[in-house]
T-cell receptor
């Protein structure tokens, strides 16, 4: 059973607010990821990290930023939320070198920006 | 770039067998994954293929042909709880997901 947590699970917020979506994993995984998924659509990688102090932008351009100060924590921040940011955000992690098998996903955060 | 194609929807009856196909064109290849995603939930890992051939795991099997850029997920003895979206994903340095195939299992 994977131990990866996301908070909040649901968030409704007004335009222009700054928000941080939290993601934590207790498995000691080096790699962590953020995906954005609209209903019925594919997952798009927006950020990823190979370890502490490593962050990379994914395939989908995003106005969000991430940080990786600790192995277990990979928060995603929107400085000024807009209605176009309404979506589901999924965090995932995977072990480092030597195990390419799978990513473990958190339960997701559903964001609604009014 | 990466391009992954899979059917949008499929329907099947309880107890039957269904095959979900996935074709891909990618600039690199380091494995193909299948995930299951129930509505409103996160994806869960089903299978992984990096070499050609069939990988069997209980009621689920996955096949890969790298030369053809083709994979399929085979679900046997379908149950109602198998109604979900099935995501094909190709790994290069990161995972790229297809749009998913929504499978509806009816009684």
């Amino acid at each position: 059973e994977a131990d990866i947590y996301q908070t909040p699970r649901y968030l409704v917020i007004g335009t222009g607010k700054k928000i941080t979506l939290e993601c934590s994993q207790t498995m000691g995984h080096d790699k962590m990821y953020w995906y954005q998924q609209d209903p019925g659509m594919e997952l798009h990688l927006i950020h990823y990290s190979y370890g502490v102090n490593s962050t990379e932008k994914g395939d989908l351009s995003s106005e969000s930023t991430v940080s990786r100060i600790r192995t277990e924590h990979f928060p995603l921040t929107l400085e000024s939320a807009r209605p176009s940011h309404t979506s589901q955000y999924l965090c995932a992690s995977s072990p480092g070198q030597g195990d390419l098998k799978t990513q473990y996903f958190g339960p997701g955060t559903r964001l609604l920006v009014l | 770039g990466q391009n992954i194609d899979q059917p949008t929807e499929m329907t099947a009856t309880e107890g039957a067998i269904v095959q979900i196909n996935c074709t891909y064109q990618t600039s690199g290849f380091n494995g193909l994954f299948w995930y299951q995603q129930h509505a409103g939930e996160a994806p869960t890992f089903l299978s992984y293929n990096v070499l050609d051939g069939l990988e069997e795991k209980g009621r689920f099997s996955s096949f890969l042909s790298r030369s053809k850029g083709y994979s399929y997920l085979l679900l046997k003895e379908l149950q109602m709880k198998d109604s979900a979206s099935y995501l094909c994903a190709v790994r290069n340095s990161t995972l790229t997901f297809g749009k998913g195939t929504m499978l509806l299992v009816s009684p």
